[in-house]
């Protein structure tokens, strides 16, 4: 399984991109795909998480109506739409898909296959 993410980059405060992560194979079969982050010097943190069929979403206090995750699982491809950023955005953000199946999966360890990620730079 080969996740591919894509979509960050140098941007500006207050700019909203939209990442993708693209998989090489099924994602309704995946399940459960997440977003994930992690700063310069700081540990991987959840961001957001979605179900198999897109109907449960779940999101970390950062990003709560802040970020948007969605899927299109006839592109397998899922999304995070994101939301006015600030520096304190600055990250490489990852996708993973989980082999579980269930609401709340925010644990680095609760996913079983990682996308490279993608670097989004934010600047002031």
């Known amino acids: 399984v080969q996740l591919q993410a894509s979509g960050g980059g140098l941007v500006q405060a207050g700019d909203s991109p939209r990442l993708s992560c693209a998989a090489s194979?099924?994602?309704?079969?995946?399940?459960?795909l997440g977003w994930f982050r992690q700063a310069p010097g700081k540990e991987r943190e959840f961001v957001a998480v979605?179900?198999?069929?897109?109907?449960?979403?779940y999101y970390s206090d950062s990003a709560k109506g802040r970020f948007i995750i969605s899927r299109d699982n006839n592109k397998n491809t899922v999304y995070l739409q994101t939301n006015s950023l600030q520096p304190e955005d600055t990250a490489v953000y990852y996708c993973a898909a989980a082999k579980a199946s269930r609401y709340g999966l925010k644990r680095v360890d609760d996913y079983n296959y990682w996308g490279q990620g993608t670097k989004v730079t934010v600047s002031s």
């Open positions: 194979t099924s994602i309704f079969d995946l399940g459960w």
């Open positions: 979605i179900s198999r069929t897109g109907g449960s979403t």
